[in-house]
């Protein structure tokens, strides 16, 4: 860790599932399987995560957009999906999510000691997220009864546009005051996510073995091979990077040492 006082980043802005809480980013891929399930059609876990870090109504729009999964659609049903489709599968997400969040909403290990020493540098701790205010208001709650509470919270609800748009980023930072976005930094786990950042003129950290491009809860990760985690992060780093991040970590608990990077970076003129 860098032992300047202070860094001349003013605001860290990171998404939720899968980059601070719920490893894996399993309660959003819980809930919409259980939502397509209950209206008697099967979708893969690579289907659900495949949108991921969409607004969650337009997540189930391109869902059903897919190929394969409109084929089956309509062997099933007999007819396209329709909006109709997606309101009632919305619907039933925003029921399934209220136990999907609860049961997944542990925070990612090392998180509290990386945010804490953001903010002793005198960066602000801003989140954006997916969900709508109605969910992520619930989280919330969960997230600070774990320590964690974000200086901003922006939802796809207050903004025009979601990701892979850069509304979420931009309105985090004017809530922190970071009026430079190029001393701005967003970390997560999305590739919609990065690009809403490189969009924004921000820097994009990305998130690999604890978010959605790995896709595995911290018990099954931990248990895996050292092999077989590699190949893993190989594939999701690259993802990663071709979504625009400018570096990848494994975890939360990795930022610090990318933090003194980006620092160095600034410090010698260079810009997002």
């Not at 969040?101 to 005198?122: N, V, Y």
Request: hydrophobic share 45%.
């Amino acid at each position: 860790m860098s032992s300047s006082p202070a860094s001349p980043i003013t605001a860290v802005i990171f998404d939720w599932a899968g980059t601070v809480i719920d490893f894996g980013c399993m309660a959003p891929v819980v809930a919409f399987r259980a939502a397509f399930a209950e209206t008697g059609f099967e979708i893969s876990e690579a289907e659900a995560r495949e949108p991921m870090g969409a607004a969650k109504r337009e997540h189930i729009a391109m869902i059903l957009a897919a190929t394969d999964v409109q084929a089956r659609w309509l062997g099933r049903f007999g007819a396209a999906s329709t909006e109709a489709s997606i309101d009632d599968l919305y619907a039933r997400f925003l029921r399934l999510d209220a136990q999907s969040t609860t049961e997944h909403s542990g925070l990612i290990p090392g998180a509290l000691d990386t945010l804490a020493a953001l903010r002793a540098r005198g960066a602000g701790i801003g989140s954006t997220t997916g969900y709508p205010r109605e969910i992520m208001d619930r989280i919330l709650r969960l997230a600070a009864a774990q320590g964690y509470a974000p200086d901003s919270c922006v939802t796809v609800s207050d903004v025009e546009r979601g990701r892979p748009w850069p509304d979420m980023v931009q309105a985090a930072a004017a809530e922190l005051g970071a009026a430079d976005p190029a001393r701005c930094v967003v970390v997560d786990d999305s590739p919609t996510g990065l690009e809403a950042a490189r969009k924004a003129g921000m820097w994009a950290v990305g998130v690999s073995a604890s978010g959605n491009e790995v896709g595995l809860p911290l018990e099954v990760w931990t248990a895996l091979g050292v092999a077989d985690r590699a190949q893993r992060l190989e594939r999701a780093t690259q993802r990663l990077h071709d979504a625009g991040a400018h570096v990848v970590v494994e975890s939360i608990a990795d930022l610090l040492p990318v933090i003194d990077t980006i620092q160095q970076r600034l410090d010698a003129g260079e810009r997002p």
